[in-house]
């Protein structure tokens, strides 16, 4: 009977996971709608600089680095590793406000943002000991995951396939090719940056699941 208890709990434990990935599918599906009907309506403007797909990712870049801030207040144990994650969402925001804070700060501008990646990662450094454990639990965790996804989709699609000289190589039409770039290349972003937020929510359930497996394991 216990068997059958423990087995029911693993089960239900695994449908939630499944549940909430289909629902991370369906809001990324829901982004990209919204951004075709932005573009109905919008035209060319949509992923112009500092237009509204870019403040559409700076919203989603803020919101990953809140989410991960909050959750390092809650989750002691991982901490240092959730600051530095914040960090690095904070220090991509920067870079998409790069025009304004040429403006506020004209020497520095969004490199101001570093600042929000070494205070945490010293911090790390100083307490390495304590870092070392959750860094493992951490690379064993779905957010991880969902982070590695984000980065390739950012770094290796977005920048590949929004490269101008490899657009130049394979679209005719060089009247356009420009509007073309902001658009593969912002469209994109924004799946990545979405998956980044997606990722410091599923933190929350993810690093919570780790703890539990941790103290059944230690009683």
Sequence with gaps: MLGGDMKLEMNK?????????ILYLAVCICAMVLQH????????????????VENMQLMLLIGASVVFFVHALIHRREKTVLYILSGLCALGACREMDRVLDELIPVV??????????VPVVFAFRHIKEVVP????????????MLCC???????????????????????????????????E????????LLILLAS??????????????VDSVS
């Excluded at 434990?13 to 990935?21: P, W």
């Excluded at 109905?40 to 949509?46: A, L, Q």
């Design 109 to 118: 501008s969004w490199k101001v943002g570093v600042l929000f990646v070494i």
């Design 13 to 21: 434990g695994a449908l939630a996971i499944g549940v909430r990935q």
């Design 201 to 214: 929510i599923e933190s929350f359930f993810d690093l919570a699941t780790i703890d539990r497996e941790v």
């Design 37 to 52: 009907t932005v573009a109905y309506h919008c035209h060319e403007d949509t992923c112009a600089e500092n237009g509204i």
């Design 150 to 184: 984000a980065f390739t989709i950012i770094l290796v699609l977005g920048q590949l396939i929004g490269h101008k000289p490899y657009l130049k190589a394979v679209i005719v039409d060089m009247e356009h090719l420009g509007t073309i770039k902001e658009m593969v």
């Design 186 to 193: 912002e469209s994109i972003e924004t799946i990545g940056y």
């Design 134 to 145: 959750s860094l493992e639990r951490f690379l064993q965790s779905r957010c991880f995951v």
